[in-house]
Each structure stands twice: as structure tokens, then as C-alpha cells.
């Protein structure tokens, strides 16, 4: 288990670029699998799970070929089925969420998958069940070997249906969508999550030669075709990473321009942050953050205190809640974190405590922050990263707090954001890795 030993209390300076978007990546990767021409992307994120993706693709038979930094070539013309029953591939695909969305194409284009319980983080209950009532709704088979093992067949192939999702799931929504562009006729798929990830996949697939319409809804009509060709693609900067860059720069009190943002595409991200009173300036599509000693927690009209809360998009995402929760423990003012959608997302605020804050976990969803308005320092200590999120938001505390701090398993860190220790270490951050 790798650590950081970070030396906290001084101010960060200069420009950072986000890297490619983590849950982009994972949905477009897998979308290679839907053609036998090649695909071209660019802007891939240097991360593990990304990587780990990569890998599982080339064992299962892609060609995948570095052409610059972040640009690949990838063909799927002669993919392994055989791989699927391996047990090489069992741990391969259960290491990590991303790999879920294998399912769509290997079922649309092979008439059969099979997958572990993914991986990703330990936040609460992660069902699967969006992902297989959708392609049941196809015309797939699935067969389940105990909890954790699913089978799904579709041997004379999918056909297109109606349907309405019992939740928006972005990874079900991905997997359905890629399972429905292959499929015979029609499919619907009202209540579908529409975040600007599955907007890129649908852009994608478009390109390729399927039919979407209503993409950016919550109401996707697809018309399938025999087959897809292929295409190029380049991901958005990862909005998850722009937002934790934010809350870098308010938490230390650091100047920081995060460069080519594609801010149209951040919905309600940066609003959020204002909420907390930090001020940003959008310059082009560069987002400035000025170094500001304070920063004050807005109030509802009535002067009641503020609920920030996650929601599907174009709801607050919830993977930037830990990182709002954070930089409130600095900000003058108080607020209510409501994590809804997760129920073991906000356990990691006890070593925030620990280091000094003041906040009340009033239940697994909820925690009340009440700011310490940069009166009072953070102190460091030693502690675990439990998630990849929560460990980002400990990685602020740490770079805020005065003395030296130990983050342990940064491997949740590495698994969505790039080379991080370098980057901040380039605006001045004292990080060593361990
Ligand atoms: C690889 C990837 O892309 N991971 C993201 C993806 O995970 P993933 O696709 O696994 O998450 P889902 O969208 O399926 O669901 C997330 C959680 O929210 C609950 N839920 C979801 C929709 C809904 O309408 N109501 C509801 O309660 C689900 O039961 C689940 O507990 O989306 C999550 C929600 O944005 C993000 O945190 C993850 O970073
Ligand atoms: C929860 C996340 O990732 P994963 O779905 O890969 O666990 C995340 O990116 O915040």
C-alpha cells in the first residue's frame, strides 16, 4: 500500500489542466467493443482503473495501440470469447467498476457475456439490478451462480423495447444504450440517466452509424442498426477533477487557473462551490480562483441553513459531495451534507474530525459542518484513504493543515486522478510519495 506524506499550510500558485474524465473513459473504452473497425481516442486519462480497463481489453483480444500520450487506436476484430471463462478474467473484471459495461456490447454483438460483481468503491449498496432488467428487457437471458456471479445470453440476438428504468443508473444506462443500438427495431428508455458521460457515449455511437434521439434527456429513443464502424473520439475534462481542484484552491487559500474546463459542460459545479462563497472567474474556458483568506457559507432567503445535496444529473453529482463537505469545514457559516444517493460515503469525516474540524455525522447520509472561517488551522495525523473521493477530500485537509499528515492506501486516489501527487507538487504542494 502506497502512502503520502503530505507538509500542509502552504498556499498552491499556477495553471493545472484536468485530466480526461474517469467515468467517460470507462464508458467509451467498452464501446470499442461494439465495432470490428478501429477507434481512435484521445484525452484518455493516465489512471488505474482506466489502465486496468485497458488491460482487460487487450487480454479479451483488442488490438489497443499507443499513438501519443492519451491517444490510442483500438480495434475489437478478433475478440476472445474463450477469455470470458478464465479466471484470469474473473479478477480482471472484478477489480473495477468500469468493467460492468462490457456487458451491452458483448451481448449486442456476441449474444453473450458474463461478469463477477464489479469492483469500485465499498461506498454502500451498488446494485446491479438496472443494468439486467434492461437487457432482460432485450431479449437477454441471465443466469445468476450465487450473489455474485451473472451470466447473460442472447442467442438470437436483441430486439428493441420499451422500457422505463426503476433508476437513472449511468453505468446501466451505458450498458442499455450500447446493448440497444444493436438490437432489431425500437428501443425506449425513459428514465435514463443523462449525465454528460453518457451524452459523449450516445455523441459516439452516433458517429458510428447508430440512430439516438433525445440525447441530453431523460427519454432516449434508439433505432438499431446491423452494425457500427468506426470513429475518433476525445474525452472532456473530467469534471470530478475540476471540482476537486476548486475545493483545493479555496481550502489552502491558493490562486489556481484550471485551464480548458469546457465549462458548459460542468452544470451546476461551479454554482455549487459559489454557494460556499468562493469566487471564481470563468476567463474563456479557464475557471480563476483567487487566493481568498475567507470564504462565507450562503444561507437559504429565510437565513436558514443550507442543504447541499447530491442528485442525478443535471443534479449535483454525488462524487463531489466529500470534496464540498471538506472545504465547508474552513468556510465561515454552516451546512447540511446530504449525501442520498451512497450510505457509506461520509464515514470517512471521523479523520477529519480527528485533525480538528467541527462536523456531526447525524446519520450515514447526512453531516453537519460548521465552519471554522481559517481561524482555526487543521492539524495533521495519519490516516486512511477509504474511498477515492474521501481520499482527495483528505489530500485538501492535508494540504491545508499545519504539521505533516500520512495518507495511507493512495492506490484509491491513483484510481482517478493522474499522476496527482506531480501535478500538485508543480503548484507548489509538499507531497512526498511512500
Ligand atoms: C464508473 C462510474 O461511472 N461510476 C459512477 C456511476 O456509478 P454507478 O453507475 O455504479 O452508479 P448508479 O448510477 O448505478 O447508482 C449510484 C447509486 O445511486 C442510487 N440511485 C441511482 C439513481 C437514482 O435515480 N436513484 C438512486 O438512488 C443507486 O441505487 C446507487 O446506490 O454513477 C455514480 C452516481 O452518479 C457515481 O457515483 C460513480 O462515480
Ligand atoms: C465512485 C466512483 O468510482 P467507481 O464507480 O469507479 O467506484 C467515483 O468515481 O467517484
Redesign the pocket.
Known amino acids: 500500500m502506497a502512502s503520502f506524506e503530505v507538509i500542509g499550510g502552504k498556499p498552491l500558485h499556477g495553471e493545472i489542466v484536468p485530466q480526461g474524465a474517469?467515468?467517460e473513459a470507462?464508458?467509451i473504452l467498452c464501446a470499442v467493443l461494439l465495432t470490428p473497425e478501429p477507434v481512435t481516442i484521445t484525452n484518455i486519462p493516465d489512471i488505474r482503473?482506466v489502465n486496468k480497463l485497458m488491460e482487460l481489453l487487450r487480454d479479451m483480444g483488442v488490438k489497443v495501440g499507443k499513438l501519443a500520450p492519451g491517444s490510442y487506436r483500438f480495434q475489437a476484430d478478433n475478440v476472445s470469447l474463450d477469455y470470458l471463462d478464465t479466471p484470469e478474467f474473473v479478477a480482471q473484471a472484478g477489480a473495477l467498476?468500469?468493467s460492468?459495461?462490457i456487458l451491452g456490447p458483448m451481448l449486442a454483438r456476441f449474444g453473450r457475456c458474463q461478469l463477477p460483481k464489479p469492483g469500485?468503491?465499498k461506498?454502500?449498496?451498488?446494485?446491479m439490478d438496472?443494468h439486467f432488467l434492461g437487457l432482460e428487457k432485450l431479449g437477454g437471458k441471465l443466469t445468476l451462480e450465487g450473489k455474485d456471479f451473472y451470466r447473460i445470453k442472447a442467442e438470437n440476438g436483441l430486439t428493441g423495447a420499451y422500457m422505463m428504468l426503476d433508476?437513472?443508473?449511468?453505468?446501466?444506462?451505458?450498458n442499455i444504450v450500447m446493448a440497444a443500438v444493436l438490437a432489431q427495431g425500437t428501443t425506449t428508455i425513459y428514465?435514463a440517466?443523462c449525465?454528460p458521460?453518457l451524452q459523449q457515449l450516445c455523441k459516439m455511437l452516433v458517429r458510428m452509424g447508430a440512430t439516438i434521439n433525445g440525447i441530453g434527456s431523460n427519454l432516449l429513443t434508439i433505432e438499431g442498426v446491423e452494425q457500427l464502424g468506426g470513429t475518433e473520439h476525445r474525452m472532456l475534462p473530467d469534471m470530478?477533477e475540476i471540482g476537486s481542484f476548486i475545493g483545493l484552491a479555496a481550502m489552502t487559500g491558493s490562486e489556481i487557473t484550471i485551464k480548458d474546463c469546457q465549462i458548459a459542460e460542468l452544470g451546476l459545479i461551479p454554482d455549487t462551490f459559489r454557494k460556499l462563497g468562493i469566487k471564481l472567474e470563468f476567463r474563456g474556458d479557464d475557471i480563476y480562483i483567487p487566493a481568498q483568506q475567507h470564504y462565507e457559507i450562503d444561507t437559504y432567503l429565510d437565513g436558514s441553513i443550507l442543504t447541499i445535496s447530491?442528485h442525478?444529473?443535471p443534479g449535483f453529482?454525488?462524487?463531489l459531495l466529500s470534496i464540498v463537505l471538506v472545504v465547508a469545514t474552513q468556510a465561515k457559516g454552516t451546512v447540511l451534507i446530504h449525501q442520498?444517493?451512497?450510505?457509506s460515503r461520509l464515514f470517512f469525516v471521523d479523520k477529519l474530525i480527528d485533525m480538528g474540524a467541527q462536523v456531526i455525522l447525524c446519520d450515514p447520509h447526512r453531516a453537519t459542518v460548521i465552519g471554522l472561517n481559517h481561524q482555526k488551522r487543521l492539524h495533521g495525523i495519519t490516516m486512511t484513504s477509504p474511498d477515492i473521493r474521501a481520499g482527495v477530500a483528505l489530500l485538501i485537509a492535508a494540504l491545508s493543515a499545519e504539521g505533516r499528515s500520512v495518507i495511507e492506501n493512495v492506490e484509491q486516489i491513483d484510481r482517478g486522478y493522474q499522476h496527482i501527487d506531480q501535478r500538485l507538487i508543480a503548484l507548489g504542494a509538499q507531497i512526498r510519495r511512500l
Do not use: C
Request: charged share 30%.
Open positions: 474517469k467515468n470507462l464508458q482503473d467498476r468500469g460492468v459495461m469500485g468503491d461506498i454502500g449498496r451498488r446494485p438496472t433508476e437513472a443508473s449511468v453505468t446501466g444506462t451505458a428514465n440517466a449525465e458521460y470530478i447530491d442525478t444529473w453529482t454525488p462524487d442520498k444517493m451512497f450510505e
